[in-house]
């Protein structure tokens, strides 16, 4: 291997500098890792300086080939380094530096330092033809390729889209909020520093004062003011099974399973009216309006009212007189009745004429 063949990287930028290319008609770099796979740069003379950039042909390329984002230059490798950018860009005089930017952001350019713009290519690479770069300055002797991958993605071979390699932002925060979750899920079942207990109908939870309180005026107010349980360091929540309260707790601390949410809903609404837990309220009001039947209707009706869940008691007035299922629970109607507010009872009696209201 010639000694000029070596590509120097670091982080997402790899550099490869010619010592010497002139009576040479082609140079290939040795192999380089950046992302998940081996590179190559080549060069190549004709009538112009053909720069190529690919993946070194094995398992991985072939079962991942990568679509790669990136700038590419050539410059002299001299004291004062001149870049050569291909196409060329310059700022023009009469525009501000702001707008070049904005047109650059559209048309898939980047900018740079001294006022150039330089070009971002994308392209799926798997051989050495599916990127070829004409260069028309004539660089003889010493020169430096620069390449900077901007982002390298998988390409999936059975259709899809692709996937960065490397975190963005958002996967970032992805993964941040999936160790803080597992952190939390931890202090709960572990019971880690807790520091208050939870009396359920059925047992005792332990968890901690902070998190109750992140999660509930009602509850921080608890811990403020000199009431019992500030100073007991005790909650009771007998009105719940100790399995709804530990329902409770998972939501608390981001860590509910899905099953769990929905076997305890009812129990959740309750306690998030209870609690001020607002959010949690929103959740178990759009849970139930996502199965109302002939079966519930009326049980979901009755909830909406006691916990002013409006949207829940639209939708269980619209499936009873809109869509006509007031007929499928007749058998049920008059138990409902002596047991209803009267308030409700005559929002339903409105419903009746709203609907029925002759043509």
């Known amino acids: 291997m010639a000694a000029d063949s070596k590509v120097e990287t670091i982080s997402r ?3 490869w500098r010619i010592e010497n290319f002139g009576p040479c008609t082609y140079k290939k770099s040795d192999p380089f890792k950046v992302g998940i796979w081996n590179w190559h740069l080549s060069i190549e003379r004709n009538r112009y300086l053909y720069i190529r950039l690919f993946p070194e042909p094995s398992r991985a390329s ?5 679509i790669a984002r990136f700038v590419l230059r050539v410059s002299n490798s001299g004291a004062n380094r001149r870049f050569y ?3 060329r860009y310059t700022i023009p005089p009469n525009m501000s530096r702001l707008t070049v930017i904005n047109r650059m952001n559209l048309s898939g350019l980047q900018n740079h330092v001294s006022g150039k713009l330089l070009k971002v290519h994308e392209r799926l690479l798997r051989t050495s033809d599916d990127f070829v770069w004409p260069v028309d300055s004539n660089f003889l002797g010493r020169f430096i390729i620069d390449v900077e991958f901007l982002d390298l993605k998988i390409c999936p071979l059975n259709g899809g889209e692709a996937s960065s390699i490397w975190p963005t932002d958002g996967a970032m925060e992805s993964l941040a909020s999936q160790s803080t979750l ?3 899920s931890r202090m709960l079942d572990e019971a880690i520093h807790a520091d208050v207990t939870i009396n359920t109908s059925e047992g005792t939870l332990r968890a901690h004062k902070a998190i109750l309180a992140a999660s509930s005026p009602v509850f921080s107010s608890m811990f403020v003011h000199d009431l019992r349980e500030k100073e ?3 909650i009771d929540i007998e009105d719940m099974s100790q399995e709804s309260c530990m329902a409770l707790l998972s939501y608390l601390y981001g860590t509910i399973k ?4 929905w076997k305890h809903r009812l129990a959740l609404l309750g306690a998030a009216n209870k609690y001020d837990i607002v959010n949690l309220k929103d959740s178990c009001e759009e849970s139930l309006l996502e199965d109302i039947n ?3 209707v009326l049980e979901r009706l009755q909830e909406a009212w006691l916990y002013q869940l409006n949207k829940l008691k639209k939708g269980c007035l619209m499936y009873l007189f809109d869509f006509g299922k007031i007929y499928d629970v007749r058998d049920e109607i008059n138990s409902f009745f002596r047991q209803a507010d009267r308030e409700l009872m005559l929002e339903m009696f409105q419903e009746v004429l709203t609907v029925w209201k002759p043509a």
């Not at 899905?258 to 949410?261: P, T, Y």
Request: proline content about 12%; hydrophobic content about 20%.
């Open 13 to 15: 930028l790899a550099q």
């Open 62 to 66: 072939k079962d991942h080939p990568p």
């Open 85 to 87: 950018i291909s196409p």
């Open 182 to 184: 597992q952190c939390l």
């Open 232 to 234: 007991s360091s005790t």
């Open 258 to 261: 899905q099953e769990d949410f």
């Open 294 to 296: 002939s079966g519930n």
